[in-house]
């Protein structure tokens, strides 16, 4: 197995109910290490960037609209399988198909409003960490 990282984002239904502590707290029982982490206010632009691939998708605007309408917290994470292991914690995007036990299962509030997201392949992850930290930021 090979230590990793991935990326994360703890969406604004999360932050907006204060459950930054409670996600953090599945991630590193899962054996996973937060070694970068900011809270920001997602700029219209930055979202769209960083959505660009669901550009044509019919719920792009409200995608953007939901992830600028509060505060984030974004994330680098750090373990073996970290993008794998991570998926599995965040549990399915429809909550009503997460596992229980997952951060969706538990904290999700609908299939947009699912409180966290989580790159899908090691490629992505490196894409969306440095679209977000400068390596100076990241701690490991």
């Known amino acids: 197995m090979a230590v990793e990282r991935t990326f994360?984002?703890?969406k604004p239904d999360a932050t907006k109910r204060n459950l930054t502590g409670a996600v953090n707290q599945k991630i590193e029982a899962a054996g996973l290490r937060i070694i970068g982490q900011k809270r920001i206010?997602?700029?219209k632009a930055q979202a769209e960037g960083f959505y660009g691939v669901h550009k044509e998708r019919p719920f792009f605007g409200s995608l953007v609209s939901f992830m600028t309408s509060g505060p984030v917290v974004v994330q680098v994470l750090q373990g073996e399988n970290a993008v794998a292991k991570y998926r599995e914690v965040m549990g399915?995007?429809?909550p009503a198909?997460?596992?229980a036990g997952t951060i969706r299962?538990?904290?999700?509030e609908?299939?947009?409003a699912n409180s966290v997201h989580g790159s899908d392949s090691a490629e992505?992850?490196?894409i969306e960490i440095e679209f977000f930290f400068k390596p100076e930021e990241i701690v490991d």
């Open 8 to 10: 994360s984002i703890i």
């Open 41 to 43: 206010k997602m700029s």
């Open 92 to 94: 399915a995007t429809d």
């Open 97 to 99: 198909k997460a596992d």
């Open 105 to 108: 299962k538990e904290f999700a």
């Open 110 to 112: 609908s299939i947009e």
């Open 124 to 126: 992505n992850a490196k």
